[in-house]
């Protein structure tokens, strides 16, 4: 039994920045490659930034520049710094992680979602 919690979303206007977190909770024994996505409305999800256990990074063209995500390990955390945030940005953000759990293949894992609205 493994969950994923993102918080952090929210109304911002342009320009501004939003943090995101993603904790990671459960029978966990070691968690890999940890994410975050993105959908807005009529559109498809798409892949945002990726992070490594050994800490290397890729991010959509659209956000490089301005998103940076890291982890903590320690508290099984990923997290997503977003600057100079454009409305184009406004979506709902997934927290995706894959993860290895007791008595369980490693597999994908999925959190709820978190709003993020951005004004101009």
């Known amino acids: 039994q493994v969950q994923l919690v993102e918080s952090g979303g929210g109304l911002v206007q342009a320009g501004g920045s939003l943090r995101l977190s993603c904790a990671a909770s459960?029978?966990?024994?070691?968690?890999?490659?940890m994410g975050w996505y993105r959908q807005a409305p009529e559109k498809q999800r798409e892949l945002v930034a990726v992070i490594t256990s050994g800490g290397s990074t890729n991010y959509a063209d659209s956000v490089k520049g301005r998103f940076t995500i890291s982890r903590d390990n320690a508290k099984n955390t990923v997290y997503l710094q977003m600057n100079s945030l454009k409305p184009e940005d406004t979506a709902v953000y997934y927290c995706?992680?894959?993860?290895?759990?007791?008595?369980?293949?490693?597999?994908?894992?999925w959190g709820h979602g978190t709003q993020v609205t951005v004004s101009s």
């Open positions: 995706n992680a894959d993860i290895w759990a007791i008595f369980s293949r490693t597999r994908d894992y």
């Open positions: 459960g029978s966990i024994v070691d968690i890999r490659t």
